[in-house]
């Protein structure tokens, strides 16, 4: 696999360029973390990697085809997406909506062996075997989070997206969550992720992309896209990176003003 690779991409939505020329190729096997303040372009970006949404102009392509020209099966057998405010509109339990993941792959004859294969395992991988019959309508915010990820799991996509994984999971779960992408790219499997939280960033991306108004700011691992400048540059703020017992941490010393960017 060639990867996924974004081509002078731009999207404008009222008149306004949420995206603006961004260029970059992302590589199957690592996890990549796009970071950056509100109203940076990160979920747009995710949505036009996924072929959801049609730049106003550049191109997304995997193996130099253009996302926007697979068909809804293929792109759905080789893209998982996992969006930051899913709905969930029909009570159903918990396998039967993890087994819509594999919806792509099944056949004239039905659910094969594979397909129960997959199901299976990704429902242990997301720690949810226990909620199988539960009701995915009454599962708390995390429990949710954790069925969506089981779903994009069952279809065992070539490249995993996610904007805001973490959201409504504790601390515990952030940590399970962290190891299982991680062991997901370690299987050949390119995850891309849009994250707020820069600690977690640091943690468990192979390389970090720091966003700010539709354009990368920074591109690289961890300890290079992340140093102060870029920070003060993305976020308006003075910080500084810790060490901290889980891993490094960051220490917001406060807005910068007027007076610092001059």
């Given at each position: 696999?060639n990867?996924l690779?974004?081509d002078?991409?731009?999207?404008?939505?009222g008149g306004?360029?949420?995206l603006?020329?961004?260029?970059?190729?992302?590589n199957a096997?690592?996890?990549t973390a796009?970071?950056?303040?509100n109203?940076?372009?990160?979920?747009?970006?995710?949505?036009?990697?996924?072929?959801l949404?049609?730049?106003?102009?550049?191109?997304v392509?995997?193996d130099?085809?253009?996302?926007?020209?697979?068909?809804?099966?293929?792109?759905?057998?080789?893209?998982?997406y996992?969006?930051?405010?899913?709905?969930?509109?029909?009570?159903?339990d918990?396998h039967?909506?993890?087994r819509?993941?594999?919806t792509?792959?099944?056949?004239v004859?039905?659910?094969?062996?594979?397909?129960?294969?997959?199901?299976?395992?990704a429902?242990?991988?997301?720690?949810m075997?226990?909620?199988a019959?539960?009701?995915?309508?009454?599962?708390?915010?995390?429990?949710?989070?954790r069925a969506?990820?089981?779903?994009?799991?069952?279809?065992?996509p070539a490249?995993l997206?996610?904007?805001?994984p973490?959201?409504?999971?504790?601390l515990?779960?952030?940590?399970?969550?962290?190891?299982?992408?991680?062991?997901?790219a370690?299987?050949?499997?390119?995850?891309?992720?849009?994250?707020?939280?820069?600690?977690?960033?640091?943690r468990?991306?192979?390389?970090?992309?720091?966003?700010?108004?539709?354009?990368?700011?920074?591109?690289?691992p961890?300890?290079?896209?992340?140093t102060?400048?870029v920070?003060?540059?993305?976020?308006?703020?003075?910080?500084?990176w810790?060490?901290?017992q889980?891993?490094p941490?960051?220490d917001?010393l406060?807005?910068?003003?007027?007076?610092?960017e001059?």
């Amino acid at each position: 696999m060639n990867g996924l690779v974004v081509d002078a991409l731009s999207v404008r939505l009222g008149g306004k360029a949420v995206l603006d020329g961004v260029s970059v190729a992302l590589n199957a096997g690592e996890v990549t973390a796009f970071v950056g303040p509100n109203g940076a372009g990160k979920s747009t970006l995710l949505s036009c990697l996924a072929g959801l949404r049609a730049p106003s102009a550049g191109a997304v392509r995997m193996d130099g085809r253009a996302i926007t020209a697979l068909g809804d099966r293929e792109r759905a057998r080789l893209i998982g997406y996992l969006p930051q405010t899913p709905e969930i509109a029909w009570r159903l339990d918990v396998h039967t909506f993890v087994r819509l993941g594999r919806t792509a792959h099944r056949g004239v004859f039905g659910e094969s062996s594979a397909d129960a294969a997959a199901v299976g395992r990704a429902l242990e991988d997301a720690q949810m075997t226990a909620f199988a019959a539960r009701d995915v309508t009454t599962l708390s915010g995390g429990e949710r989070g954790r069925a969506l990820i089981a779903r994009a799991l069952a279809g065992e996509p070539a490249w995993l997206l996610a904007d805001e994984p973490l959201t409504g999971l504790d601390l515990g779960h952030q940590l399970h969550a962290a190891q299982l992408l991680r062991t997901i790219a370690e299987s050949g499997v390119g995850v891309v992720l849009s994250l707020h939280d820069l600690a977690f960033a640091a943690r468990v991306a192979d390389r970090v992309l720091v966003m700010g108004e539709g354009r990368i700011l920074a591109d690289g691992p961890a300890a290079d896209a992340l140093t102060p400048q870029v920070l003060a540059r993305a976020y308006g703020v003075d910080a500084r990176w810790i060490d901290g017992q889980g891993g490094p941490l960051l220490d917001i010393l406060g807005r910068r003003t007027l007076d610092d960017e001059g």
